[in-house]
């Protein structure tokens, strides 16, 4: 069956969007609710969002804990770097999962695994037991690869950008959330009669309760793929399970993902960095009041509600005309600027000045990660989970190291450290020319010119030529015939296959 027919004779049967002949949405519908792709769109947003308050709820209320737990400008650092630290190898592990037992498994098993360590804030009674319950909760924003990689899996080349934005952007959302949530339930149970020091373990049951709820709505409600989940499709012979070795080998072994996996370390570990620290920056810096820096700290996070989305959208309005370079360029550009405000915010001194630059540096470095992930589902089909891993775990390894060289205990004044932050961007950010796709060229370099250099010729790379006998590669042949669009204009006039190449049997 040809591919052509293909998406003739199977969309109109089986789907609310119009999709590809991987039956992957060539539209998306933010307020639809439609199975299967708008379904897991809002399932993976909303659990990513939960994942994210309970990860960043406690510093909104480090004043209230640092005085309970006695805990020590050192032991805060620690503490955040803990929270973001764990999350490195997991994202790793569980882009491989979602490579081999599918999103919705991998996803959900993760959320329940880390929402006891939530539970269990409440019990804390040292700086040890505070730095070991946030490292445990902060495995759980690995959910963010489950996240990218279940959009990739049902939303095509000329909405991908948008559908991981959105996405993401929505669930980073859960980080400036709970800089107003958690103190507005401190201060309730405060008002029902608790006690200060008991009023903020209680609290930490809402984000808890939110996170196991959210895990089981996707059990219930998700499906990995637009044909159902992985399980009955190995079962039924419509999916080949893949090898882990060869999952792992591809992934590792294309430079593409570590450029990718540098830059993420400095537009989302920057955005975890400033999560940890931006509410008890401006309370101590400006002398506000706990619920006060809450507010301005929440709009840093807040922001994500259009400014990554925006990044997933500029990405593929970039790729439409420009095409793969195009999105390259907007990348670099935007997490740039990016950098150059998060400098400026390090050397103003008034509250309003301050405010105002943390909301332009908020929107410019939250677009960058949008339009990381725009790039990212193209560089390899075969591993696309691990590649998604390796980006987001490279954002917690940024985060970590941020934390650990300008954050941690008083060698730099928070100021110093946001703008010796900013520099990091600007540098961090230029290994993006280096990023080149035969097929579709480099911010510098033009495609190149050899007949050979295909999108076909670059993912069956990925498949020995026993797989290919077995017909393992079709999946990465179908892919290749849908990301033509990231040519640009150009895709419009280049030569197409003839009807009968390639044939999907």
Known sequence: M?????????????????????HKATEFRLFSAAAPHMRAFHLSWISFFSCFVSTFAAPPLLP?????????????????????SGAVFARIAIGTACDLIGPRLASASLILLTAPAVYCTSI???????????????????????????MSSMFSAPVVGTANGVAAGWGNLGGGATQLIMPLVFSVIRDLGGVKFTAWRIAFFIPALFQTLSAFAILIFGQDLPDGNYQRLQKSGNKQKDKFLRVFYHGITNYRGWILALTYGYCFGVELTVDNIIAEYFYDRFNLK??????????????????????GIISDMMAKRFGMRGRLWALWAVQTL?????????????????????????????????????VVPF???????????????????????????????????????????????????LPIFLIYFPQ???????????????????????????????????????????????RGRRVHSAAMPSTDTPTIV
Not at 399 to 412: C, E, N, R, W
Request: charged letters at 15%; hydrophobic letters at 45%.
């Open 2 to 22: 040809e591919i052509s027919s293909t998406i003739t004779e199977t969309q109109p049967q089986k789907f609310a969007l119009p999709v590809d002949s991987e």
């Open 440 to 486: 579709w060229g480099g911010m510098l370099c033009d495609p190149s010119s050899e007949k050979i250099a295909t999108e076909e010729d670059y993912y069956l790379s990925e498949w020995s030529s026993k797989e290919k006998e077995r017909g393992l590669h079709q999946a990465s042949l179908k892919f290749a015939d849908n990301s033509r669009s990231e």
């Open 379 to 429: 560089v390899s089909r075969r591993s696309l989970g691990f590649i998604s891993g390796m980006t987001g775990g490279g954002g917690n390894v940024g985060a970590v190291l941020t934390q650990l060289i300008f954050f941690k205990g008083s060698q730099y004044s928070k100021e110093t450290g946001i703008t010796l932050m900013g520099v990091m961007i600007v540098c961090c950010t």
């Open 338 to 374: 990016g950098g150059v405000f998060c400098i400026i915010l390090g050397q103003v001194g008034s509250l309003s000045a301050s405010v105002v630059v943390m909301i332009i540096f908020s929107v410019f470095v939250q677009a960058a990660c949008g339009l990381t992930f725009g």
């Open 290 to 311: 706990l619920h006060t820096a809450g507010i301005i700290a929440a709009s840093f996070g807040l922001a994500n509600l259009f400014s990554r989305p925006a990044g």
């Open 124 to 150: 804390a009674s040292s700086p040890v037991s505070f730095l070991l319950v946030r490292f445990f909760t902060g495995f759980s924003l690995a959910t963010f690869v489950s996240t990218q990689f279940w």
């Open 64 to 84: 209230i804990i640092r005085d309970n737990l006695n805990l020590t400008a050192t032991d805060i650092g620690n503490a955040g770097i803990a929270s973001v």
